[in-house]
């Protein structure tokens, strides 16, 4: 299984990184929307971990490109907001998960396709 994590905390996206790594998959980390966008273009994702606090847009900005690209790849959010604009955004656009930062390993893990 292949993921790609987009977070502009480099920190987050090193120890998301590591939490799949070590559970098998191989992983792909942007900090940027354009550059992740790229990345959808040229690889095939079943699951995708994005930031919405980004320096060039939000994580949402991307789900169109994912749909297009890899339409039954799951989707979870990782932020510190939360608020309502943010679930019901989620909702709209079919996020499978919404995890809110400070997060766990454990909660990481347990959104990962058996």
Do not use: C, W
Not at 62 to 73: F, G, K, N, V
């Amino acid at each position: 299984m292949r993921a790609l994590i987009v977070d502009d905390e480099e920190d987050i996206g090193l120890m998301v990184s590591r939490f799949l790594e070590k559970e098998g998959l191989e992983v792909d980390y942007a900090d940027r929307v354009v550059k992740a966008r790229d990345l959808i273009q040229s690889s095939e994702y079943e699951i995708f971990f994005l930031d919405l606090n980004l320096p060039d847009g939000t994580g949402f900005d991307l789900m169109a490109d994912i749909r297009d690209h890899s339409a039954d790849a799951r989707v979870v959010i990782i932020s510190a907001y939360d608020g309502v604009f943010e679930n019901r955004k989620a909702k709209e656009l079919s996020i499978n998960h919404f995890i809110k930062k400070p997060f766990t390993k454990k909660q990481v893990l347990e959104v990962i396709p058996s």
